[in-house]
């Protein structure tokens, strides 16, 4: 009874919706003059081996139903993230929820 009183509480909570800068990497724009892959990503605090690239087929398959033409990386064989600090946006006892898609390289080792 305590359980599903908690959880009622729970699903009555206001959603929130946060900001997220250059949430779908489209800054910089790349391509214009020859450049396919930036390891600065606007909006973002990026480390090791993480960056942005056109999505085009040169590093790998085209990924299809992406959010824009430009992509986020990190290299799964070293260490690099990529993050964004959204406090004091966040409130407490709110329900957030955040989606992202995850792809791997054909050629990348731990494709294998």
Do not use: C
Not at 28 to 43: A, I, K, R, S
Not at 56 to 75: H, I, P, R, S
């Amino acid at each position: 009874m305590i359980a599903a009183l908690w959880l009622a509480g729970t699903l009555a909570l206001p959603a929130e919706t946060i900001s997220v800068i250059n949430s779908s990497f489209e800054q910089p724009q790349l391509g214009t003059e020859g450049q396919h892959m930036l390891p600065d990503v606007p909006g973002w605090k990026a480390s090791g081996k993480s960056g942005v690239f056109e999505n085009v087929g040169k590093y790998g398959k085209e990924m299809a139903l992406t959010d824009g033409n430009q992509l986020a990386f990190l290299n799964g064989t070293m260490a690099g993230e990529l993050r964004q600090d959204v406090l004091p946006s966040v409130r407490p006892a709110t329900i957030y929820s955040l989606t992202a898609s995850v792809g791997l390289r054909e050629d990348s080792p731990l494709a294998k």
